[in-house]
């Protein structure tokens, strides 16, 4: 049973260049969440995915952020013309359903690095 | 809002010492869940303990175990016989509902380091 996966596990672009993250959550697991974490902060949330429905995007970026979970495939959160800001780790939890966080689990993450 | 403040931001202990990881949280709400993740330097997030908030007794899991006391608002993580391997980050947050969603809310992490 495999676990919450993410690609890629390193990715570096550099400055004015789009980034793709991918998350594929646990085998029927339909909410995904985003969370970004700066080095040496804790995990902070940015967006709450059901299939096809963006539900709760209160801690994106206003500009160059965008996340999507379509009906088949990964989710996808997308940042373009990254900036050195933009650097941090990536990670995307997953559940079975809108209810106790108990079952979210959490991916290896994405380390984004912007040169 | 819902804050989870985690004051230490470095621990050193020896081996096989039990430790104390402080967390202490705000909060309007009367249900809410209060969760402790470890991160190795490998960066994953370990889910370690889990305690909601009308859970009468403390939560444990092997050797952790969570000293909760809700009138003052604290979590705090209790490693017993502490082992090289439980050097790393440890997080506390909590579970906060917004339009039938649960996110996580996170403090700013402890640096535990265990001395052989």
């Known amino acids: 049973n495999a676990g919450v996966m993410q690609n890629p596990r390193h990715l570096v672009r550099r400055r004015g260049q789009e980034a793709r993250l991918r998350c594929s959550p646990m085998k029927g697991h339909s909410h995904v969440y985003w969370y970004r974490q700066l080095p040496e902060e804790g995990l902070k949330f940015m967006v709450y995915?059901?299939?096809?429905?963006?539900?709760?995007e209160s801690g994106m970026p206003k500009e160059r952020f965008s996340a999507e979970f379509p009906k088949e495939g990964p989710s996808i959160l997308r940042i373009q013309q990254v900036v050195r800001g933009d650097s941090a780790a990536y990670f995307c939890?997953?559940?079975?359903?809108?209810?106790?966080?108990?079952?979210?689990?959490f991916g290896p993450g994405t380390r984004l690095t912007v040169t | 809002a819902q804050k989870i403040t985690q004051t230490q931001p470095g621990m050193f202990v020896q081996e096989k010492e039990a430790v104390t990881l402080d967390c202490t949280y705000d909060?309007?709400?009367?249900?809410?869940?209060l969760f402790w993740y470890k991160q190795p330097s490998s960066g994953e997030m370990i889910f370690l303990i889990y305690q909601g908030s009308y859970d009468e007794q403390n939560a444990t899991e092997g050797r952790y175990s969570l000293n909760f006391q809700k009138a003052r608002k604290s979590a705090n993580l209790v490693i017993s016989a502490s082992q090289l391997g439980d050097s790393a980050m440890y997080f506390c947050?909590?579970?906060?509902?917004?339009?039938?969603?649960?996110?996580?809310?996170f403090g700013q992490g402890t640096r535990l380091t265990i001395n052989p």
């Open positions: 909060t309007s709400d009367q249900s809410y869940g």
């Open positions: 939890a997953s559940s079975p359903r809108a209810g106790n966080s108990y079952e979210q689990y």
């Open positions: 995915l059901q299939k096809e429905n963006i539900i709760d």
């Open positions: 947050a909590m579970r906060e509902r917004i339009q039938g969603a649960q996110k996580l809310v």
